[in-house]
């Protein structure tokens, strides 16, 4: 299945997030079938709160592309997006957005709420739950090796 070859390769981005020592999320953008942006979690390499994985992915092809624009493009993220990342979705005009795993502490697509059914205009169409239960575990895999090495994180772990 299509969907779940692109989250495939946002959970690459993720696990590669969770080496570096970041919360794993992992975010790819596609038009016409190919890979226009990529991103993941740097909020801790670049001390920036705004450096979540879809924001990289957004930026990446907003380059790429020439545009600010992404209509026609797709979303695949690891993790529900939150509520910076939901209205930036909406403000780049992205069409359809595919995510994983729910996260009930900060989601902004169903989670805690759903900016999506709101009356903006140009809102995308949404699925939630691909690879779901792979996307979970590497969140939980890596939050367990937090507590584990006597680390709490800056990030509190998704109620996931």
């Known amino acids: 299945m299509e969907q779940e070859n692109y989250m495939r390769r946002a959970l690459t981005l993720a696990r590669e ?21 990529e991103g993941r979690n740097r ?21 790429r592309l ?22 930036a ?11 994983g795993a729910r996260d009930p502490a900060f989601g902004a697509c169903g989670g805690v709420t759903n900016l999506f059914m709101e009356d903006f205009p140009n809102r995308p169409a949404l699925v ?17 090796k937090l507590r584990n090495d006597g680390g709490t994180g800056e990030s509190p772990e998704p109620k996931i």
């Open 89 to 99: 979705i909406l403000n780049a005009r992205v069409s359809k957005v595919f995510y």
């Open 43 to 63: 909020r801790e390499e670049l001390t920036s709160a705004a450096s979540h994985a879809e924001m990289e992915a957004i930026a990446a092809a907003n380059e």
């Open 17 to 37: 997030a969770g080496d570096a020592g970041e919360v794993p999320v992992g975010c790819v953008i596609v038009r016409d079938g190919k890979v226009v942006g």
């Open 128 to 144: 939630g739950g691909v690879l779901a239960e792979e996307c979970r575990e590497v969140l939980r895999a890596f939050f367990q």
């Open 66 to 87: 020439g545009s600010w624009r992404l209509e026609g493009c797709a979303l695949y993220v690891t993790l529900e997006p939150c509520p910076m990342c939901a209205g």
